[in-house]
């Protein structure tokens, strides 16, 4: 099945501008911009931040503040390869079982103390207890310091995937004093090595960073490089507001009391495309929008039951609708065109809406009327849209399908919980960004999967995944993922869908990615 891409001729135009703004941004500002330093900048977002304690939260809304805040060892490029930010290099040994970090020195923190390896072991350490993705540590059986400057990881076992694991932005590992350590979640004091330190948080209204004139930029790069690179702050403060409703949102942006909209209705974007005061900006694709379905409890602990779901959902009129237009059909868990693309494996399932089928693996289930409770939030907007459709056509093959719409931090707190829901809406953004381990990470143990219920034969192919040697053993490997994966349903891809942004047209600098980078952006006039 070939992905259908939906979008229009405006939007074909806004991403080539947006790549060639990318590829512009890989070189640094353009020369013929003077960069301007100081003013106040306003990015919207729809929710609160769940934490600010980075470590802690796989959050959007944390990583697009958060990120600006404080770094890692290693991360991510414009391209999607692992490459050093707090760190020198890294020296892996012939067997892959001993991976010797040299740090950068001179590296400050917000209170003005020098980062040594004392503090990235406690960090680390302190990720293995707290982090929300802290099996990507499992690989490392011990962190050693061998120097002032110097950490060696000693594995358990060859891990050729480990590096693009631990580079992983989701719920990054982020380096802090060795003094918050022994913090619980949550309480840190917020402090890391980032161009912005954090000033405050006022709940539902906002956070405020403000630029940290001791930066130590990395000198390495002539400019920003995705998460990494030589950053500069010129912007005096940067204010993220929460503002839950998109409209009011849009407002806010053409009035001029706000300068970056970190998502724009499609509606409004169409609307504003010609607007000389307003820039668009299109992320595509993404996010995987998708489905998760509690296997704990009844009626989704019945696997005939799941695959009455899958089987009923029209998939192009829930992407359509959730998305505004901007997504594309996939049934695959990783991008077309990506080196793990699983081609046509479980395409026979996907975007079906067949009420005759779904209601005759129903009768086979032995279902029974039971409630079939939908979790989905108004934060992030397809989520919520995601989850109507959904529900209208469960309710037309028979299933007795409610919603239950909480704020975001709230269905983040529900989903964590072995009962009270069946289906959660969920954008995964950052994973399917990061390549297969990302994604799977978050469906197989020791991590806590989206279902609830750990699967045992997808937990084996995880672990076959990130110790395959060899390209071609790993993406075999994945094929039979994504194969398994239409066996259990117990999490269903509905489809690919993009990010439209929006700015003042006085913004300058600034490059979509995977988080609002306040670094190296300023405003004009």
């Not at 074909?12 to 060639?20: C, E, G, K, P």
């Not at 702050?233 to 942006?253: M, T």
């Not at 026979?348 to 005759?356: M, S």
């Not at 995880?462 to 053993?473: H, K, N, P």
């Amino acid at each position: 099945m070939r992905p259908q891409l939906q979008q229009s001729g405006l939007f074909r135009a806004i991403t080539v501008a947006s790549v060639l703004a990318l590829s512009a941004g890989a070189l640094g500002a353009p020369a013929a911009l003077a960069q301007v330093q100081g003013g106040e900048l306003v990015v919207v977002q729809g929710s609160n931040p769940p934490s600010l304690d980075a470590m802690v939260t796989s959050s959007q809304a944390s990583r697009n503040i958060n990120m600006n805040m404080y770094e890692t060892l290693y991360g991510f490029s414009e391209d999607v390869r692992p490459i050093p930010i707090l760190a020198e290099g890294v020296e892996i040994s012939d067997d892959g079982l001993t991976y010797v970090f040299t740090l950068r020195q001179g590296v400050l923190f917000h209170n003005g103390k020098e980062m040594t390896s004392e503090d990235v072991k406690a960090s680390l350490e302190r990720y293995r207890v707290v982090g929300a993705t802290a099996n990507k540590l499992d690989p490392v059986r011990e962190i050693e310091v061998t120097g002032p400057y110097e950490v060696t990881f000693h594995m358990v076992a060859p891990t050729p995937t480990f590096l693009e694991s631990f580079s992983s932005p989701r719920a990054p590992a982020v380096i802090i004093p060795a003094e918050d350590a022994e913090a619980e979640a949550g309480r840190t004091s917020l402090i890391g090595t980032g161009p912005y330190r954090f000033v405050e948080f006022v709940p539902d209204s906002h956070v405020t960073i403000e630029r940290f004139d001791d930066y130590t930029a990395d000198t390495r790069h002539d400019g920003v490089d995705g998460f990494g690179g030589r950053k500069t702050a010129y912007l005096d403060r940067v204010i993220f507001r929460i503002i839950p409703e998109p409209g009011a949102q849009v407002a806010a942006l053409e009035a001029g009391e706000v300068h970056i909209v970190e998502q724009m209705p499609m509606p409004a974007a169409r609307r504003l495309a010609d607007s000389p005061d307003i820039t668009l900006y299109e992320n595509m694709p993404w996010a995987f929008t998708t489905f998760h379905l509690n296997l704990n409890v009844p009626p989704t602990d019945n696997v005939k039951f799941r695959e009455a779901v899958q089987v009923a959902l029209d998939m192009e009129a829930i992407m359509a609708i959730s998305s505004e237009g901007l997504y594309q059909l996939n049934h695959g868990w990783q991008y077309p065109g990506t080196a793990y693309w699983a081609g046509d494996i479980g395409a026979e399932y996907y975007n079906l809406g067949d009420v005759d089928r779904a209601q005759e693996l129903l009768a086979e289930a032995g279902y029974d009327g039971e409630t079939f409770s939908i979790l989905t939030d108004p934060n992030i907007p397809q989520h919520g849209r995601a989850a109507v459709v959904i529900a209208e056509q469960l309710n037309g093959v028979g299933i007795n399908a409610v919603i239950n719409q909480v704020d975001w931090p709230t269905a983040l707190s529900i989903r964590l919980q072995d009962e009270g829901w069946n289906g959660w809406t969920l954008q995964m953004g950052i994973e399917p960004y990061l390549g297969p381990v990302g994604t799977i990470a978050t469906l197989t143990s020791p991590a806590r999967p989206h279902f609830v219920v750990p699967d045992p034969e997808l937990d084996a192919l995880y672990q076959e995944l990130i110790s395959g040697v060899t390209l071609e053993e790993r993406q075999e490997t994945f094929s039979r993922i994504q194969a398994r994966m239409y066996e259990i349903f117990a999490s269903i891809k509905i489809g690919d869908s993009g990010l439209m942004q929006a700015g003042r047209a006085n913004v300058q600098g600034f490059i979509p990615f995977r988080f609002p980078r306040m670094h190296d952006v300023w405003l004009e006039g």
